[in-house]
């Protein structure tokens, strides 16, 4: 069964402290990796999308690595406004002409001044 | 630019009232249509996925149903609404082939 799995539930970090979101998955077909910001009370807003082991991409504070089993949200020096749940979801084997993605419960993050 | 819009953004049903939530998408033709719903802890659930007028693909069995009558436009409804419908529902679209979805604000249901 595809299944992906994100830690920590919750990331409390002090202003400036770097940190990882850690998401797992385990997926036949893995046709890409996405990450997305949801801000409470909002729909999530697209992130990255990483396709390959190996594959990096960043934007401003935040790095995504990915690899055959799982991905990693690197924030560095991060400010308050970096407040939000991370959300993972992998897009299983293309089929019918539509895109299943599969999300995790993702990770609440608090970051204090 | 292509944006979606969701409404209404807040709703509070009795149970066993009916339901319709809809979403439209502008500046795209023949988009992909979907309905999510985020329980608290939990990850989006896909409902139903469209990828052209009147096709409609169900992922899960409930007593919710949508419809999409004009080619950007996506309705989900229910005839009785159940408690265990509360939640937030989420719309979103991409490109027919692509993979990125763009998700609307949200509509918020509670059932009481």
């Known amino acids: 069964e595809d299944q992906v799995t994100q830690s920590p539930e919750a990331l409390r970090l002090q202003e400036g402290e770097s940190s990882s979101l850690n998401c797992s998955y385990t997926?036949?077909?893995?046709?890409?990796l996405f990450w997305y910001r949801q801000d409470p009370g909002k729909g999530p807003e697209f992130l990255f999308t990483l396709y390959s082991a190996g594959e990096e991409k960043e934007k401003e504070r935040l790095k995504a690595t990915l690899t055959k089993k799982e991905s990693f949200l690197h924030i560095t020096a991060p400010k308050p406004e970096d407040s939000a749940t991370y959300l993972c979801?992998?897009?299983?084997?293309?089929?019918?002409?539509?895109?299943?993605?599969?999300f995790g419960a993702g990770t609440r993050l608090a970051v204090h001044p | 630019s292509q944006t979606i819009h969701q409404w209404p953004a807040t709703l509070v049903q009795p149970v066993g009232s009916p339901l319709s939530l809809e979403c439209t998408v502008e500046?795209?033709?023949?988009?992909?249509l979907y309905w999510y719903r985020q329980a608290a802890g939990r990850g989006l659930q896909l409902l139903f996925y469209?990828?052209?007028?009147?096709?409609i693909s169900s992922e899960v069995p409930q007593n919710l149903s949508a419809s999409r009558p004009q080619d950007r436009q996506f309705i989900l409804s229910s005839k009785k609404l159940l408690l265990s419908d509360s939640g937030f529902y989420l719309c979103?679209?991409?490109?027919?082939?692509?993979?990125?979805?763009?998700f609307g604000a949200g509509s918020r249901l509670t059932v009481l």
């Open positions: 997926v036949s077909g893995l046709r890409g």
């Open positions: 500046g795209t033709s023949n988009p992909n």
């Open positions: 979801a992998v897009q299983a084997a293309l089929s019918g002409g539509y895109n299943k993605l599969i």
């Open positions: 979103a679209w991409s490109v027919a082939g692509a993979n990125v979805l763009t």
């Open positions: 469209s990828v052209g007028i009147g096709q």
